[in-house]
């Protein structure tokens, strides 16, 4: 059974930084393509940034320059470095994994921007 379970969100001034991490079980985790979703109230889920299995990387325009996503496949973990954060990076923060027809979530983790 696959698992996805994040952490390392919490409340955070602005301009300040915040580490989430993403730990998985139960799946070939170097095959996956690994990403970061948020939904904000009142507004669809969206793309934050995604790594694929050869470490390719691509981030929302919104985030580029201050978010960097990684991977340890040795680790199976997944992490998104966020700097310079802004009030309207707060959301709820989703670890996703990718591959063919496999999809799978994580339970999110909040992350509030707020001075």
């Known amino acids: 059974q696959v698992q996805l379970v994040e952490s390392g969100g919490g409340l955070v001034q602005p301009g300040g930084s915040l580490r989430l991490s993403c730990a998985a079980s139960?799946?070939?985790?170097?095959?996956?393509?690994m990403g970061w979703y948020r939904q904000a109230p009142g507004k669809q889920r969206e793309l934050v940034a995604r790594?694929?299995?050869?470490?390719?990387?691509n981030y929302a325009d919104s985030v580029k320059g201050r978010f960097t996503i990684s991977r340890d496949n040795a680790n199976k973990t997944v992490s998104l470095q966020m700097n310079s954060l802004k009030p309207e990076d707060s959301a709820v923060y989703y670890c996703?994994?990718?591959?063919?027809?496999?999809?799978?979530w994580g339970q999110g983790t909040q992350v509030t921007v707020s001075s």
């Open positions: 996703n994994s990718a591959r063919a027809l496999q999809n799978y």
């Open positions: 139960g799946m070939f985790f170097s095959i996956y393509t």
């Open positions: 790594i694929t299995y050869s470490g390719s990387t």
